[in-house]
T-cell receptor
Framework: NAGVTQTPKFRILKIGQSMTLQCTQD?????MYWYRQDPGMGLKLIYYSVGAGITDKGEVPNGYNVSRSTTEDFPLRLELAAPSQTSVYFCASSYGDWTGIGNTIYFGEGSWLTVV | QKEVEQNSGPLSVPEGAIASLNCTYS??????FFWYRQYSGKSPELIMS????GDKEDGRFTAQLNKASQYVSLLIRDSQPSDSATYLC??????????FGKGTMLLVSP
């Protein structure tokens, strides 16, 4: 049971380039999330999905796109990379329910992205 | 804008002492509260969850919730150097998403 798997772990991008961060979970969770964490800061929600085919914006969605074609996969697309997108990105998943009660979020190991 | 506030620290305690970590939140409608531990360079991992007013104990950890004061805390008894990490407070925000505080760094000295 691998849990939440993210790739790549490290990446350096040039300004203006695009890339996709991959995320896969094998726990059959309906809910998936992308967070970013800047140094000394908490986690900020970028996008989330409550099931295949359904996505919604979080607190900081600008410059990113997501898709959810299957329950397992939730890739994050960075278009026209900017230095402000230098951060650590965490994918996460949870069984979830509308009240949040009992909602344990499981995180991937993180992807360190630097835009130069 | 829903907010979760934590003292950034660092909070320094000697080995064997009780560490007290505090968190306040702005949304009175929040129903579930979580404490995550994050070691440097690692992903957050869940330590405790609490949903009702009062105390919840799990081993050396006790979470305390006071919804009237919009306050949640985490006590770590018999602190160990291995407890040195950043502790993130998180509060539910509908659709099972969480709002995280910036975290409190805990340093436990031998």
């Amino acid at each position: 049971n691998a849990g939440v798997t993210q790739t790549p772990k490290f990446r350096i991008l040039k300004i203006g380039q695009s890339m996709t961060l991959q995320c896969t979970q094998d726990m059959n969770h309906n809910y998936m999330y992308w967070y970013r964490q800047d140094p000394g800061m908490g986690l900020k929600l970028i996008y989330y999905s409550v099931g295949a085919g359904i996505t919604d914006k979080g607190e900081v969605p600008n410059g990113y796109n997501v898709s959810r074609s299957t329950t397992e996969d939730f890739p994050l697309r960075l278009e026209l990379a900017a230095p402000s997108q230098t951060s650590v990105y965490f994918c996460a998943s949870s069984y979830g329910d509308w009240t949040g009660i009992g909602n344990t979020i499981y995180f991937g190991e993180g992807s360190w992205l630097t835009v130069v | 804008q829903k907010e979760v506030e934590q003292n950034s620290g660092p909070l320094s305690v000697p080995e064997g002492a009780i560490a007290s970590l505090n968190c306040t939140y702005s949304d009175r409608g929040s129903q579930s509260f979580f404490w995550y531990r994050q070691y440097s360079g690692k992903s957050p991992e869940l330590i405790m969850s609490i949903y009702s007013n009062g105390d919840k104990e799990d081993g050396r950890f006790t979470a305390q919730l006071n919804k009237a004061s919009q306050y949640v805390s985490l006590l770590i008894r018999d602190s160990q150097p291995s407890d040195s990490a950043t502790y993130l407070c998180a509060v539910n925000e509908g659709y099972s998403t969480l709002t995280f505080g910036k975290g409190t760094m805990l340093l436990v000295s031998p």
